[in-house]
């Protein structure tokens, strides 16, 4: 009998727990969602990433700039990522960009001088589509790497409602401040950190970086990666060149676009 109860004393309290638990990982979520809803207030954006992955004991470092202004429903938006690696002789270098011109989304790679074209003009999309909501779905399928978190940030922020955002993993657990998910031999981690400019007044906080961290065991090797985003909503560089990009002579389609 004493045994019954102490089992049902120790049920009790882990219930309690995982509902602590569940209240914190729902307020964390409507947080973000009444940020997120301020940053979609700007229509520009730049985020500016950093990291690194280490694979056992080999540490690449990267850089990744993204600077968006998502248009209008008629007046196409425009991009520019530009991706770097390294380092080489202390320096990161650029290995990828990424920009638009004339609704096509070209990718290129320094690494071979080659690139894609890919539409997303009012040919490609269908008639509730947006030109925002065609080229994010685009990026979407083409980009990789850690680009694919940003790329997924910026259709959080741009084509969807801010109440119906939700973590990048429904199944992830909330400790900490961290959104983190564990499955086999794969540890992942988000954080989503919030500016609030003046604590007086509610409502004005804004998601101002994303932090990500995943360890993983691939074909014996243990990679680590781990990055900060800095997000600057309503901010572009002053620069003509901010969103064009100059093919180099000889570079080559590899992928004509759909």
Same mark, same amino acid.
């Given at each position: 009998?004493?045994?019954?109860?102490?089992?049902?004393?120790?049920?009790?309290?882990?219930?309690?727990?995982?509902?602590?638990?569940?209240?914190?990982?729902?307020?964390?979520?409507?947080?973000?969602?009444?940020?997120?809803?301020?940053?979609?207030?700007?229509?520009?954006?730049?985020?500016?990433?950093?990291?690194?992955?280490?694979?056992?004991?080999?540490?690449?470092?990267?850089?990744?700039?993204?600077?968006?202004?998502?248009?209008?429903?008629?007046?196409?938006?425009?991009?520019?990522?530009?991706?770097?690696?390294?380092?080489?002789?202390?320096?990161?270098?650029?290995?990828?960009?990424?920009?638009?011109?004339?609704?096509?989304?070209?990718?290129?790679?320094?690494?071979?001088?080659?690139?894609?074209?890919?539409?997303?003009?009012?040919?490609?999309?269908?008639?509730?589509?947006?030109?925002?909501?065609?080229?994010?779905?685009? &990026?979407?399928?083409? /980009?990789?790497?850690?680009?694919?978190? +940003?790329?997924?940030? $910026?259709?959080? @922020?741009?084509?969807?409602? =801010?109440?119906?955002?939700?973590?990048?993993?429904?199944?992830?657990?909330?400790?900490?401040?961290?959104?983190?998910?564990?499955?086999?031999?794969?540890?992942?981690?988000?954080?989503?950190?919030?500016?609030?400019?003046?604590?007086?007044?509610?409502?004005?906080?804004? &998601?101002?970086?994303? /932090?990500?961290?995943?360890?993983?065991? +691939?074909?014996?090797? $243990?990679?680590? @990666?781990?990055?900060?985003? =800095?997000?600057?909503?309503?901010?572009?560089?002053?620069?003509?060149?901010?969103?064009?990009?100059?093919?180099?002579?000889?570079?080559?389609?590899?992928?004509?676009?759909?």
């Amino acid at each position: 009998m004493q045994m019954k109860r102490s089992l049902i004393a120790m049920i009790g309290v882990l219930a309690a727990t995982s509902l602590v638990h569940a209240d914190d990982k729902a307020l964390a979520i409507a947080e973000i969602q009444a940020a997120l809803a301020q940053n979609q207030r700007s229509n520009t954006c730049s985020i500016i990433t950093t990291g690194s992955l280490r694979v056992n004991n080999k540490v690449d470092e990267f850089r990744i700039e993204i600077f968006l202004d998502a248009g209008t429903k008629t007046v196409p938006p425009q991009l520019m990522i530009r991706e770097f690696l390294g380092p080489e002789n202390g320096q990161l270098s650029q290995v990828a960009a990424t920009w638009v011109q004339d609704e096509i989304l070209y990718a290129y790679s320094f690494r071979g001088n080659v690139y894609s074209a890919t539409p997303f003009g009012a040919q490609t999309r269908s008639a509730s589509q947006t030109p925002i909501d065609s080229l994010l779905q685009k &990026l979407n399928a083409t /980009t990789r790497s850690q680009v694919v978190h +940003l790329v997924k940030f $910026l259709g959080d @922020t741009y084509t969807r409602n =801010a109440n119906s955002w939700r973590p990048w993993q429904p199944t992830a657990t909330f400790d900490e401040g961290l959104f983190v998910l564990e499955t086999g031999n794969r540890t992942e981690q988000f954080y989503y950190g919030i500016n609030d400019p003046d604590l007086d007044i509610v409502g004005d906080e804004w &998601l101002s970086t994303l /932090t990500y961290f995943k360890r993983e065991t +691939l074909m014996g090797e $243990l990679r680590t @990666t781990k990055w900060s985003a =800095a997000i600057y909503p309503g901010s572009l560089p002053n620069d003509a060149g901010t969103f064009s990009f100059r093919l180099p002579a000889g570079a080559k389609l590899i992928q004509p676009g759909r």
